[in-house]
């Protein structure tokens, strides 16, 4: 597939870098003088991203190739992706040059944000090809782009857009502004009306966004979302309950549509469509699982809603901790989540070294090696693990971590951990060792009496146990090896 790109600002760059990512060399035209450098720019930023957010090796990357003139990015082509600035004689200027001499069967696609294909094609040669194909920034990590003009065009962009990885909304109808920045002007209009009047700053209302709704709508938009709110009873209730507010004072958008019997009966129909696959019981857990993984990539940012996770999890470490009963310690819980999981559908190796560092951390805590004590220049290093894995986890499942205490000294500890599965099947055994250091000097020093104490403790409880089999092996021989269940 040959591919043009007219435009090499933030859209067209992020277009360009999309295209070149996916593998497929892209010819560029932008007479700006500084273009290559912004392209270059925004094509680190997107392979950083892609870097982080593919497990699957990633392609061999295209081509950028600067071109001199529309003319020479376009010739051959098969698909065009025209971003320029948002006026329109500006654009008709641009495509009129395209299509002199572009093929004929070649598909142009605008990133307009508002003007409609209707506007696009006037004075056109081939305007059935020439489509909106409107996307969101950051291009090469958003995948929607709305797709409006109709025909064999649009199924030919649909297929080609979506091998780049976008999702490709196909629209039926043109109207300004197409859908997504309809619904983005109503909430920007409210805001502004919200400064203007002095009930709230921009922090403010941004905070509201990015802490409540904006992570609902991030994983499940608006009507599913509101589907949830009816509870049992629907879409049809949730009309019902809160429908007539739209009547109420409360915005400067007043004009709204009426709720009649065929609007409502419209919306619950299509909702049904949408979502009537599953409970409400099973959207709510589906929305939740979802949050969770948005929570914990902000968290991993340090971003955001991420930020009040991560404060609230300081203070449960920071928490007293009752002891648990019996012996071994119990100390950590996981449950594996979604992103945790390989391409077999199974936790991936390097998150059962995470839980076995979690439990590590618990224990720590459990002997007062806490953030009290660490501030104080003191903490535990571990400078060595070993780890079997010998069972598969799933998505979903709960794990627990018993902990032991198998030697200890002045300046060091060891620690054997089994990550137990819910039936009480071992799923990974961790072996590690801990020197107590010095962080300010970075050196090895005697911990202090009460932790030593504790150690010595937890070490007399252990005591009556049987060294653990595998403590202190080394890996076996392949022949050897137990089975992997």
Known sequence: MKIA????????GGWIARFILAGHDVRVFDP??????????????????WAKMFLAPLPEPGQIIWTKSIAEAVEGADYIQESVPERLDL???????????????????????????????????????ILVAHPFNPVYLLPVVEIVGGGEAAARATALLTEVGMKPV??????????????????????????????????????????????RWAQMGLFETYRIAGGEAGMKHFLAQFGPALKW??????????????????IADQSDAQSGKHSIRELERIRDDNLVGIFQAL?????????????????????????????????????????WLDYNGHMTEFRYLQVLGDATDAFMIHVGLD?????GGFSAYTVETHIRHLAESSGGEKLTVETRLIGHDAKKFRLFHRILKEDGTEAATGEHMLLHVD????????????????????ATEDAALPAPEAAGAAIRAIGQREAVA
């Open 5 to 12: 790109a007219i435009g090499g600002g933030v859209i067209g």
């Open 170 to 215: 196909s629209i039926a109808q043109e109207i300004d502004a197409h859908i997504g920045d309809r619904l983005l002007e109503a909430v920007w209009r409210e805001a502004l009306w919200l400064v203007n009047d002095g009930i709230a700053t921009t922090e403010e209302i941004d905070d509201i966004i990015r802490y409540g709704f904006g992570l």
């Open 439 to 458: 962080t300010k000097a970075g050196r090895t020093v005697p911990m202090n009496d009460a932790l030593k104490a504790r150690l010595d403790q937890i």
């Open 371 to 375: 953030e009290a004590y660490r501030a």
């Open 32 to 49: 700006h003088p500084e273009a290559q450098r912004i392209v270059g720019e925004v094509m680190a930023n997107a392979s950083r991203a």
């Open 249 to 266: 004072p409360w915005t400067k958008l007043m004009d709204v549509p009426d709720l009649d019997d065929r609007l409502v009966g419209m």
């Open 91 to 129: 654009k008709h200027k641009i495509l009129a040059e395209i299509e002199a001499a572009a093929p004929a069967t070649a598909i142009i696609g605008s990133s307009t944000s508002g003007f409609k294909p209707s506007e696009l094609r006037e004075g056109a040669k081939h305007p059935a090809r």
């Open 299 to 339: 968290k991993a940012n340090d971003w955001g809603a991420g930020q009040s996770l991560r404060e609230m999890e300081n203070r449960f470490y920071a928490r007293k901790v009752e002891a648990p009963s019996g012996y071994p310690l119990r100390l950590h819980t996981a449950r594996v989540s979604g992103d």
